[in-house]
């Protein structure tokens, strides 16, 4: 008992020690993985656009063309929005930032006035009227890189789409995958897709309300806020959080602190009604992974790869716990990051093989489940 217990702790070292060095060789590869994986989960994204197109007899050239033009158009139209929202931005930048030293001096004085001296020092000595001006021009500057890596990831998706047919085979030629094995892997893929609608829709809902809301309390630039929120929503527990600071700073600096409040309140209660209820309810069992493990790889993707990797935090974890969970020397990591299956999944493979790694699927599921592993990749 005791050498086996030594071996497991010798075990644990070791895969602690190897996940550093991987960690390590992710944080000096970011620039090169970071495109990469981002043209990866819109490939599996778009995967269900590209099987209906194919199933219509067109050849796979079309479908991959009709595929790619739908990524392009939509991200041409978010592109579009967001440049002349903060086109409209950078051009009262200056006048926020006037009234933002304003407020700050107010409140300097107020705190002097009532003895708090260190936090009345402090909050001088805070750069909050530039703060603005900073972003944007960063903002600003980071374009052409964007537009950049774009073409880049969307060359990635071309070829990954070509690949599609023909990679479940290689992954079971080179793995030795075994059906039970591959039908968790469609099924994960499968997963990661309503995981991503799903996050769409709710992070368009979430950003629709708050560009509504920010209309409705005079806030400038409603359109430029609602997608900010749209796509920092898709960053799990902190994007809603961060995506609310500056639509509340601008109405604090042209309105005041009640209007300011009201902001903060409308956008708050959007943000917990969808985020905390209606996605919840609307992936199910689906996500897999336990909530504490969500909020720790996006600290840890975050590091690792920056606002990307903080973005697609969960559809990585995701399959990273299926290729632990199939891996015999790692399958225990696999189960520390989220909820095993019930008894009588685990009993009910002949075979002995491990748990399934998915809960019970839903009917939907179960349908996508049993299609062909090239469909469902």
């Known amino acids: ?185 469609s099924r994960t893929m499968s997963e990661i897709q309503r995981y991503l609608s799903v996050k769409t829709a709710t992070s368009a809902a979430t950003g629709l309300c708050v560009g509504i809301w920010c209309a409705v309390c005079g806030v400038p630039n409603p359109a430029l806020w609602g997608l900010v929120t749209f796509a920092l929503h898709y960053v799990p527990t902190v994007g809603s959080l961060v995506a609310a600071m500056p639509p509340i700073l601008i109405a604090l600096s042209t309105h005041g602190v009640g209007r300011a409040g009201t902001v903060a309140a409308g956008v708050t209660v959007s943000s917990m009604v969808i985020g905390n209820i209606i996605e919840p309810n609307a992936l199910g069992r689906s996500l897999s992974v336990s909530p504490l493990i969500v909020l720790l790889s996006m600290f840890a993707w975050g590091w690792l790869l920056g606002p990307i990797g903080a973005l697609l935090s969960v559809p990585l974890t995701l399959i990273a716990k299926i290729v632990l969970w199939n891996t015999s020397d790692l399958h225990w990591v696999a189960v520390l990051l989220g909820p095993t299956p019930p008894a009588s999944a685990r009993n009910s493979d002949a075979g002995g093989s491990r748990d399934s790694l998915l809960p019970p699927p839903s009917r939907a599921g179960q349908v996508a489940s049993s299609k062909a592993p090239s469909e469902a990749m």
């Open 1 to 185: 008992m005791a050498g086996s217990e030594i071996g497991k702790g010798a075990q644990a070292f070791v895969v602690l020690a190897s996940a550093a060095i991987v960690a390590g060789a992710i944080k000096l590869a970011a620039g090169f993985i970071a495109p990469l994986l981002v043209a990866g989960c819109i490939a599996i994204a778009v995967q269900p656009i590209f099987r209906w197109v194919h199933s219509s007899r067109i050849p796979d050239v079309g479908a991959i063309v009709i595929s790619l033009l739908v990524v392009i158009g939509l991200l041409g139209g978010f592109g579009a929005l967001f440049v002349m929202a903060l086109a409209n931005l950078s051009g009262s930048a200056a006048q926020y930032a006037g009234s933002l030293h304003l407020l700050q001096a107010q409140a300097t004085t107020w705190l002097e006035v009532h003895h708090q001296h260190a936090l009345a020092q402090s909050l001088y000595g805070s750069r909050f009227d530039t703060l603005l001006q900073e972003a944007t021009t960063t903002i600003v500057m980071s374009v052409p890189a964007v537009v950049s890596t774009l073409v880049t990831v969307l060359l990635l998706i071309v070829f990954m789409l070509l690949e599609v047919t023909t990679l479940p085979k290689r992954f079971r030629a080179a793995l030795g995958w075994s059906p039970s094995t591959f039908s968790d892997f």
